[in-house]
């Protein structure tokens, strides 16, 4: 059963640890720790009042990612972790995965996971899969890992472990190909998926390098959590409950992420381990705090796709512990990195458009990626209205297709961003800004750099930048695949048919 340790993860105490006498892997450990939907402001040392001390100890004492971009949405950035590729090259570039889609990350792309095992490393994953489950070759057994212990959809219940919609409904919880959610009714996910990484941590054999994925279902929907947990905040956030259980969910991972870390510590794997912690996506409007920047998840503005995140390891150079860096890191840069760092090539893997980051991160050098491709979606196209847009008619690209790009300072918005609002920490005094209709001018520039909060656009002072931006996305598109967006089999994904639970149907 599991039992809660207190959240007090003092990592000074690492030194105390003494090494241990049997045979080790000279490859670092490696666990790869990935929240969902957890905004930017949703940690204490990016300003949150919500309780994350293990979280702001193991980033105060690594290297804070302040400059780290993901995707928009669940999917397309668990595709940049396993692939290392942009989404316009797995076709994953139009929203995420639905439920009875017919739909999953290419079978032939080589996965971080399958790259890792080629050097020896033992592979496992824990909690939210969501890249697709229609075939049983989908699956993360079939995909790289040793072991599994998780669900596929992209969300479920907390407690129960099932997922249903207006018309059907089954079981999503299974350790490996077998449905086990029954057995763990009543127990909260998060409890259950800090379980098992501390059993996969203590049982390692610590003469084989270790990749543990450790993806958390929270912070996404539904609100659940323990009551000890949303107790936490009856006087901090005394008017919402919703808000107050949304913060327990929160303290309730940190409190697991410190359990982790400190189970880590024990085994002796510490010593030779590099931790990573990055968020899918920007925080939910309404729940999670992207605060001060623009829009949330689902939008292209910085609170949907720049991301929390940082890592922490005894490799780490002393110079850069304690530190934050400012240069370009994307999603999909893990892919090469780690693959790099476990003594890898990357011979065998398509073309990748990740870059080896570990001396930027280890060593504080400068970052090897200057431009990045943040959406290209050539299927939501929902602006129509380029009127008063003078790039309407340009040579380059079809500003109507939601996209945006990041060059340096720079980076470019077209088509349908999403929300543009900046929505104000909800419980706090400040107050949301929302900005004035753009009357049909689509295309925005903005100063990352000069301007991180996106409040002025540009692009009509910097027509030489958003003309150079337009023939890169354009090249982008002509390098892409088309958006592979299958309509859902509800004849043959029904539960019903396969026992009730949500399992692969061709």
Known sequence: MWMPVPSFLLLSHIALVTASTITKTTRPHIIFILADDLGWSDVGYHGSNIKTPNIDRL???GVKLENYYVAYQCSPSRSLLMSGRYMTHTGLQHLAIAMMQPACLPLDEVTLPQKLKQYGYSTHMVGKWHLGFYRKECLPNYRGFDSFLGFYQPLEDYFYHNIS????????FRRNDDVVAEQYIGQYSTHVYTQEAQNIITNHDQSEPLFLYLSFQAVHTPLQVPSIYSDMYKDLIPDNEEQRIYAGMTTCMDEAIGNVTRTLVRSGLWENTVLIFSTDNGGLHLLGSNWPLRGGKGTLYEGGVKGVGFVNSPLLSDHVRGTATNELIHMSDWFPTLVRLAGGTLIGTKKLDGYNQWETISQGAPSVRQEMLLHLD????????????????NAFFNITTRAAIRKGAWKLITGAAGNSSWMAPPGSNKKSIHP???????????????????????????????EDLLQCLGRYYKDSVPPF???QDVKHANPALHNNAWSPWE
């Open 165 to 172: 919609t207006d018309a059907y409904g089954g079981w999503d």
């Open 436 to 466: 004035e209709s753009r009357n049909g001018k689509v295309v925005q520039l903005y100063n990352i750099d000069d301007d991180p909060l996106e409040q002025t656009d540009v692009s009509d002072d910097n027509p030489g930048i958003v």
């Open 59 to 61: 980033a105060s004492e």
């Open 378 to 393: 050539p299927l939501y196209t929902a602006i129509k209205n380029t009127k008063n847009d003078k790039w309407a008619d």
């Open 485 to 487: 967006f299958p309509q």
